[in-house]
């Protein structure tokens, strides 16, 4: 590739992981307002202590309905629309979820004087949000898969997850700023709704810019439109291979709307587990609630938000480290270190708050946790979501893994929020109970990995059809040790 054409594609891929850096944003924003949210919706009510812990978990984690919701439509408005298009969808959905959450009252009521009335438009909002993030999720990686060259399209594949951990970054910056203007008061009141209003501005950003950029040369040949993608493919790998790369495109997809088992069951079970495997390993419990986490080592309010912002940037750093060795190191491989290191480091959280031996230890525990995340289960397991699947059902299992991780993190999500709060847990593990579950997760996750996942380093997207069919019979092949 020459310059020009690597600054296209880099281009190309910047103004996509805007949709992963708005997945993020609003996956953590929400952690800034966890305790205005308890204040203003849920202790009004009375609850018991189980219904309370319930209901305040749902509400946290509603915007995961929406991401269930925005994958299973993903494949179908990216596929009819344009892979384009559909990201237009999600910013809007952003936009819209952001501004509404934060004034739920909008219409219906004064507000700040609604209370728990406000409760059933304020899920919706966040569901709306939360559909934004479930179309982005798919189709940004998506996206960058099929406009990258294959031997640079780990590492572009990679920059979405850096986008989204630079969104998560971003936010506990945000939400740490915001909190400290002003009292604890102030904070229950007005804050939380500034911090959910602020993803309005990169939303509407990612709006305007989709406009001035093309749809995939994939996309382009699944509607016949075989000279935009020749053209698409010259200005991203050169004259010379674009006529190759168009030919093997149309090979693979000449029949582009294939029922969803043509390739067999494994390759969307392999798909699927791997994507909520991403969530049972307990990431987005860490997201959303580590303010709340650091307030149960002990931590003041202002240092929970500031130990908070420590978390994104061991988040970021790492992210950097699979970047660089994705493409060098394989998928797989990243993938078990990321398993053993993150088991090894809720293992050793549960420990320290059983024991009430939280401090230092546990911040370095919990930054280690991140790293592995950061390093191998963050980007790789999108890496491995784009390339997998073959190009002629591609949509259709992209949309059932990313449902799948949506699910997963709604169910993680919720019962954090009803284990952290049970008094039993609590007498028992004191607060520790969710990181023994979590370090499990991580043990299973590299059991699957090192049965199951191919590697698919090195190949190109319409060659990894291969591991799922024999060359000379075109029949399905079922997974084992010599397939993957």
Not at 249 to 264: A, C, M, S, Y
Not at 395 to 407: D, E, R, S
Not at 432 to 457: C, D, H, I, N, Q
Request: with cysteine; net charge positive; charged share 10%.
């Amino acid at each position: 590739m020459d310059k020009e054409n690597t600054r296209f594609v880099i281009v190309l891929t910047f103004v996509a992981t805007l949709g992963g850096l708005l997945f993020g944003y609003d996956t953590a924003v929400i952690s800034g307002a966890v305790g205005a949210i308890d204040h203003y919706f849920i202790f009004p009510q009375h609850l018991s202590g189980i219904a309370a812990s319930s209901l305040s978990g749902w509400t946290i984690s509603s915007a995961l309905l929406g991401c269930i919701l925005g994958a299973a439509i993903a494949g179908i408005i990216s596929n009819r629309f344009g892979r384009k298009r559909a990201l237009m969808v999600a910013a809007l959905m952003f936009l819209l979820g952001s501004i509404g959450s934060a004034m739920p009252e909008l219409g219906l009521g004064v507000i700040g004087q609604m209370g728990p009335a406000a409760l059933t438009p304020f899920i919706i909002y966040r569901i709306i949000g939360g559909m934004g993030v479930g179309i982005a999720s798919m189709v940004s990686p998506l996206y960058i898969a099929e406009i990258a060259p294959s031997e640079i399209r780990g590492r572009l594949v990679s920059f979405n997850q850096l986008a989204i951990v630079i969104g998560i970054l971003l936010v506990y910056f945000v939400n740490w700023f915001i909190q400290s203007l002003g009292t604890h008061a102030w904070y229950l009141s007005t804050a939380w709704r500034l911090m959910l209003a602020s993803e309005s501005v990169p939303a509407l950003l990612f709006f305007v810019l989709l406009f001035f950029v093309p749809d995939t040369p994939r996309w382009f040949v699944m509607r016949g439109r075989t000279d935009d993608a020749l053209k698409q493919l010259t200005r991203a790998n050169g004259e010379t291979k674009a006529r190759t790369i168009l030919a093997d495109i149309q090979r693979t997809l000449k029949v582009h709307n294939e029922p969803l088992l043509t390739f067999g069951i494994a390759v969307i079970l392999i798909g699927t587990v791997l994507s909520a495997f991403q969530q049972f390993v307990g990431i987005n419990a860490v997201l959303y609630y580590a303010p709340l986490m650091f307030k149960n080592m002990g931590a003041s309010t202002n240092s929970a938000f500031l130990q908070t912002v420590v978390v994104g940037a061991a988040n970021l750093v790492f992210t950097f480290v699979a970047i660089a060795t994705v493409d060098r190191i394989g998928r797989k491989p990243l993938l078990l270190i990321g398993s053993v290191v993150m088991a090894l480091s809720m293992f050793a959280l549960g420990g320290l708050f059983d024991t009430h031996a939280v401090g230092l230890w546990a911040l370095v525990a919990v930054v280690a946790y991140i790293a592995g995340f950061a390093l191998s289960w963050g980007p790789v397991v999108w890496v491995l979501l784009s390339e997998m699947f073959p190009n002629s059902i591609k949509g259709k299992a992209m949309a059932i893994a990313v449902a799948a991780q949506c699910l997963a993190n709604l169910f993680v999500s919720w019962s954090f929020k009803v284990m952290d709060d049970s008094s039993w847990l609590n007498a028992h593990f004191n607060h520790g109970f969710a990181y023994w579950v979590y370090g499990a997760m991580g043990v299973l996750s590299a059991l699957f990995v090192l049965r199951f996942v191919p590697e698919t380093k090195g190949r190109t997207l319409e060659s990894i059809q291969e591991l799922w069919t024999r060359p000379d019979t075109g029949k399905t092949l079922s997974v084992s040790s010599e397939t993957v």
